[in-house]
């Protein structure tokens, strides 16, 4: 079939033609918006997931949900090597000038502390403030949000934004993509401004998006978070919802599936958005004409494994160190299979390679950093990359 007619769209956070399965997730921030923007008490939000299920198109759809409705809006990514300040002061810098408030003074005022927060950490060296500078033209303020103190500074930072846009009746909505990422000052400081901020009404709210243990370090940070978020487990998509992404796109270019091919696209893709984006790319591309069949299914599905095995799990397998790579693979050979994620007991790891769960110690620690796997409960690991086990022990 004609590839640059192909709809469909492989990519890391890249939106698919059809968002499927997400109607509840949506539906249920809108209400969040609609009762902050009204005064009333509502918690931010954290997403939890795999790799691959959409965690970041989701999060994109949310921030598309509140700049619709007149908010201010800033994203970012955090990194277990990036403090928290410089991306959220960019962030935030974003936000305010979506509020685009009137008075020109107090928003100018509610702009240096966000340039005093951004800049704290670079203290005396104005080369180093230089670069802290998140683009913000006014003097930094003094005397607010530049204590040094993370986790005062950025409780007073979102007051202030908070009242900028308590006054023009809109909120502001922060997306934090990677959460599992913040280093742990960070996550202490982030949870209590949450907190602040929602027991003094100011319509602000933080989004988040992570691995599935997230709500585990969220909750190490601070006992009240188990509270103070609202937890939403973002899985593989149900089979009418998979359908749905594959034969939505398809019918918008005059094409369809066979029930069959739809069949047998998901049990090769097993519901998980990204692989369903990347077998219809190929399977689409493959395929002699319309309906696509269970046979062309078949038949692109070899391509599209390598495309996987290189693209998708290829390059996170580089990542590892060869003593990771063997945990790794330790950590296929323990598992049965049945689980998608591969949850094995560590015990079990050691006992696959021959060694005390001790001595295993810096390398489960390392994948663990390099976000390979995560642990879901003490003394069990997991893959963070559905069918990460099988593409193991058939490639490496």
Not at 83 to 92: E, G, H, I, Q
Not at 151 to 177: N, P, R, S, W
Request: aromatic share 6%; hydrophobic share 40%.
């Amino acid at each position: 079939m004609d590839p640059i007619r192909n709809p469909y769209a492989p990519g890391a956070g890249q939106r698919p033609p059809e968002l499927a399965g997400r109607d509840e997730q949506l539906s249920a921030f809108d209400v969040v918006l609609e009762r902050v923007a009204r005064g009333r008490a509502e918690r931010s939000l954290v997403l939890t997931g795999l790799r691959g299920v959409g965690k970041t198109v989701l999060l994109n759809a949310l921030r598309s949900a509140a700049v619709r409705r007149g908010w201010g809006t800033g994203k970012l990514e955090a990194r277990p090597d990036l403090p928290l300040r410089r991306p959220l002061s960019s962030a935030l810098h974003q936000a305010v000038r979506e509020l685009g408030h009137p008075e020109e003074e107090q928003r100018d005022h509610v702009l240096g502390v966000l340039r005093a927060f951004a800049e704290r950490d670079a203290g005396r060296d104005a080369k180093l403030r230089d670069r802290w500078s998140p683009g913000i033209d006014v003097p930094a303020a003094r005397g607010r949000a530049d204590s040094g103190d993370i986790e005062i500074d950025l409780v007073e930072l979102l007051t202030e934004v908070g009242g900028l846009a308590q006054d023009l009746g809109k909120g502001v909505a922060v997306f934090l993509d990677e959460m599992q990422d913040l280093g742990p000052a960070d996550v202490s400081a982030l949870c209590a401004a949450c907190h602040e901020i929602s027991q003094s009404g100011l319509p602000v709210i933080v989004v988040g998006a992570g691995l599935p243990h997230l709500p585990a370090v969220l909750s190490a940070s601070k006992s009240y978070s188990e509270r103070l978020f609202a937890y939403q487990r973002i899985d593989r998509l149900s089979r009418d919802a998979a359908d749905r992404a594959l034969a939505a796109p398809a019918a918008e270019e005059e094409a369809e599936f066979t029930p069959e091919g739809l069949e047998a696209m998901y049990a090769a893709t097993g519901g998980y958005p990204y692989f369903i984006q990347a077998y219809g790319k190929t399977v689409w591309d493959l395929a002699p004409r319309s309906p696509i069949t269970a046979d062309d299914v078949t038949v692109a599905a070899p391509e599209a494994e390598r495309e996987l095995a290189v693209g998708f799990f290829g390059s996170r397998y580089e990542r590892a160190t060869p003593a990771e790579r063997d945990y790794l693979r330790a950590m296929a050979d323990a598992d049965s299979g049945e689980d998608p994620v591969g949850a094995v007991a560590t015990a079990d790891v050691a006992a696959v390679l021959g060694k005390k769960p001790q001595s295993l110690s810096p390398a489960r620690d390392a994948l663990l950093k390099k976000g390979l796997i995560y642990s879901g409960e003490r003394g069990r690991i997991a893959f963070t990359v559905p069918h990460f086990g099988r593409y193991l022990r058939d490639h490496a």
